[in-house]
Nanobody, 125 residues
Framework: QVQLVESGGGLVQAGGSLRLSCAAS????????MGWFRQAPGKDREFVAA????????YYADSVKGRFTISRDNAKNTVYLQMNSLKPEDTAVYYC??????????????????WGQGTQVTVSS
């Protein structure tokens, strides 16, 4: 069992930056592929970014490529999402998720086994 706790959300002006953190419990964190997803009001959950268990491979949605960076520190059981050049359309609840198998499609939420409670990010124009 893995518990995930996100932090770092908040209100920021367009063009600003935020760094989200996701702290994981458990001793097998370094075996999981980790992902970030987001859900805006009235919209479906969407993939944002993912990182392999060792951190050597990263994936991004086209909408955030070049602005967001996912990273992880396995010694601290933490995954990060650095968000720069934020836009109002980035406003959403952001969730981190853990995938035990790392063999499915990284962009599909159904592939992930554990989810955090989410953290709100609001970008004002």
């Amino acid at each position: 069992q893995v518990q995930l706790v996100e932090s770092g959300g908040g209100l920021v002006q367009a063009g600003g930056s935020l760094r989200l953190s996701c702290a994981a419990s458990g001793r097998t964190f370094n075996r999981y592929r980790m992902g970030w997803f987001r859900q805006a009001p009235g919209k479906d959950r969407e993939f944002v970014a993912a990182i392999s268990w060792g951190g050597g491979t990263t994936y991004y949605a086209d909408s955030v490529k070049g602005r967001f960076t996912i990273s992880r520190d396995n010694a601290k059981n933490t995954v990060y999402l650095q968000m720069n050049s934020l836009k109002p359309e980035d406003t959403a609840v952001y969730y981190c998720a853990a995938d035990r198998s790392s063999s499915g499609s990284y962009y599909l939420g159904d592939e992930y086994d554990y989810w955090g409670q989410g953290t709100q990010v609001t970008v004002s124009s």
